[in-house]
């Protein structure tokens, strides 16, 4: 087993450069460039020197003894000044002992893994807290990684192999004539399985979290659309103008708010007449965004606004603005006044779409593969063999095993780890 090393902290230059070493050689490493390693677990100040005794740097030097660490092996930190150099001279200085070579990315995890600290959900909930931006996601992600999913997942595996050992034992006798029967309740064992794998597929997914709740504001031109966007961003974004078409694009920012992930969209004005031909290019982008938002706040005439829209009343302060008679939100976006009660509006509408906080929200592949166990389950309800029974029990057991990891190929886990970055 090769010992691997990488810089684990932010690129350089940086105040600290923290480079990890895990493997069976770390020690020994450590003990090479430091002179003498501190006590396990105890940090301290070492010179490091490369081999002709030339001083690398001075660094704090921690070791943890394997294998109860981070990766399941020795691993030894290397606390260096972060400058670009320093590192390089440093990394120099590892690779040239035997057995010793550069990580490739998510390395570190994959070892994690190889050596059972961690299974492959907790190791998606690492990748998601390396890249989480918002509290919501932070929260998702820490509960994956805490094993809240794992938790879970081992709880279903064992329900389906207390059901399989049902229908084994029916198999066991199956040529005798008082044969074992299902259990009455096997039926409704294996459907509130599968109802309760549903509800977890119910819930917002890891892909809303990452790309946020789309909030499109739409209406015709010069409706205050533009100036409205701004004011909910509190920077001047969109260009705005009393000139009727002046957003022709689409322009798109996220934002976080109350640590929520949300996507605000400014589109071209809608109108059927007098669009030039940019502007009814811009028409029909701003359509593909009210297709696919979350919420559409409708600043036109009320009533006229797309299915589903939110009736929102602009320019509140203007004596000549039309009034609606039932607006969800009153606004204007000159004075400020209403701007802050429609983002807290806003915000309550995104939560009842975003995950809860603290929820784990399911990625891609693990919603693929609970939907493969609760699909298999309800098979079950309309096959009377009990060998077709314990098939289908046995690939909602498989797509467990893949959920954790319990099984795994080779190819799934390059590509899961090589999304991770280097160093970690
Ligand atoms: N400097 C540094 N900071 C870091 C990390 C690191 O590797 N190095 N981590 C990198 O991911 C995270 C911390 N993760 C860690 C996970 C497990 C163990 C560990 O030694 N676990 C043992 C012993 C626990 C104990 O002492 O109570 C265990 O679980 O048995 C250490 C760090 C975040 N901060
Ligand atoms: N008095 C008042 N004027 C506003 C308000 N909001 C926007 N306006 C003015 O209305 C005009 C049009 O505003 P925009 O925000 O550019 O309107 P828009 O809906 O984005 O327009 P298009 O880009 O043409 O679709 C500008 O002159 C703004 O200053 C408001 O709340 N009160």
């Known amino acids: 087993m090769d010992t691997i090393f990488a810089l684990s902290s932010g690129s350089p230059p940086a105040a600290i450069g923290v480079i990890r070493v895990s493997g069976p050689a770390a020690r020994q490493v450590g003990i090479r460039l430091a ?27 921690l070791f943890f003894d394997g294998p109860r660490t981070a990766t399941g092996e020795d691993l030894l930190e290397l606390h260096c000044h972060g400058g670009r150099a320093v590192i390089a001279a440093v990394q120099q200085a590892l690779s040239r002992f035997e057995g010793v070579r550069a990580a490739v990315p998510g390395e570190f995890t994959r070892r994690a893994f190889a050596n059972g600290r961690i299974d492959l959900a907790e190791a998606e909930g690492l990748s998601e807290l390396l890249s989480a931006e918002t509290e919501l996601q932070r ?39 008082d044969v074992a029967e299902l259990p009455p309740d096997f039926t409704d064992r294996v459907a509130a399985l599968a109802a309760e794998m549903t509800r977890w597929l119910d819930r ?50 996220p934002v976080s708010l109350d640590g929520m992930p949300l996507v605000l969209i400014d589109t071209a004005g809608l109108r059927d007449e007098g669009a030039g031909e940019i502007e009814v290019i811009g028409i029909g982008k701003a359509q593909e965004q009210i297709e696919r938002a979350d919420c ?69 592949r693990q919603a693929g593969l609970i939907r493969e166990a609760s699909e298999a389950l309800e098979q079950i309800e309309r096959v009377c063999d009990p060998l077709l029974v314990a098939e289908h029990l046995r690939l909602a057991r498989a797509a467990m095993d893949s959920l954790t990891g319990r099984a795994s190929t080779e190819d799934m886990l390059d590509n899961l780890f090589g999304r991770f970055c280097i160093g970690k």
């Open 35 to 61: 002179g003498s390693l501190p006590a396990p677990r105890e940090a301290a100040l070492r010179s490091l020197r490369g081999d002709d005794g030339q001083l690398l740097d001075k660094a704090l030097v």
């Open 139 to 177: 929260r998702s992600a820490i509960a994956l990684t805490s094993g809240a999913l794992s938790r879970q997942v081992e709880q279903w595996r064992s329900a389906i192999l207390n059901l399989s050992a049902s229908v084994e034992s029916v198999l066991d006798f199956g040529d005798e004539d």
């Open 204 to 253: 917002p997914r890891a892909e809303k979290l990452r790309e946020g709740f789309r909030i499109v504001l739409a209406g015709p031109p010069n409706s205050g659309k533009s100036t409205l966007f701004n004011a909910l961003l509190e920077e001047a974004v969109a260009i705005t103008s009393a000139e009727a078409g002046t957003t022709r694009d689409v322009i798109e920012r």
């Open 296 to 364: 559409v706040l409708w600043l036109g005439p009320e009533g006229e606004g797309p299915d589903g829209a939110i009736e929102l009343e602009s320019r509140i302060d203007d004596a000549s603005t039309v009034r609606k008679t039932n607006p969800a939100f009153r606004v204007s976006a000159v004075t400020g006044e209403g701007v802050d009660a429609l983002r807290s509006g806003l915000l309550n509408i995104a939560r009842d779409t975003l995950p809860k906080p603290g929820d784990v929200a399911l990625n891609v």
